[in-house]
Nanobody, 124 residues
Framework: QVQLVESGGGLVQAGGSLRLSCAASGRTFSRYAMAWFRQAPGKEREFVAAITWNGGSTYYADSVKGRFTISRENVKNTMYLQMNSLKPEDTSVYSC?????????????????WGQGTQVTVSS
């Protein structure tokens, strides 16, 4: 069992930056691939970024590539999403997810555990 808690969301102007954190409980964090997803009101959940168990490989949605960076610190049981050059269309609830596998996947159905989400609002 893994419990995930996101933090770091907030209100920022377009062009600004935020760093989201996802803190995980349990001793086996390093056995899980992790990912960030987002969902805006009235829209489907969208893949943002994913990272393998050791951080060796990362994957990004085209919409955030070059602006967002996913990373993790297994010794701290924490994953991060550094978001730069934010745009109003990045406004959404961002959720972290864990998958009981060493490899990551962009499909939300492949993830076993989810956090409650943190709101990110980008003003124009």
């Amino acid at each position: 069992q893994v419990q995930l808690v996101e933090s770091g969301g907030g209100l920022v102007q377009a062009g600004g930056s935020l760093r989201l954190s996802c803190a995980a409980s349990g001793r086996t964090f390093s056995r899980y691939a992790m990912a960030w997803f987002r969902q805006a009101p009235g829209k489907e959940r969208e893949f943002v970024a994913a990272i393998t168990w050791n951080g060796g490989s990362t994957y990004y949605a085209d919409s955030v590539k070059g602006r967002f960076t996913i990373s993790r610190e297994n010794v701290k049981n924490t994953m991060y999403l550094q978001m730069n050059s934010l745009k109003p269309e990045d406004t959404s609830v961002y959720s972290c997810a864990a998958r009981a596998s060493y490899s990551s996947d962009p499909r939300f159905s492949k993830y076993d555990y989810w956090g409650q989400g943190t709101q990110v609002t980008v003003s124009s």
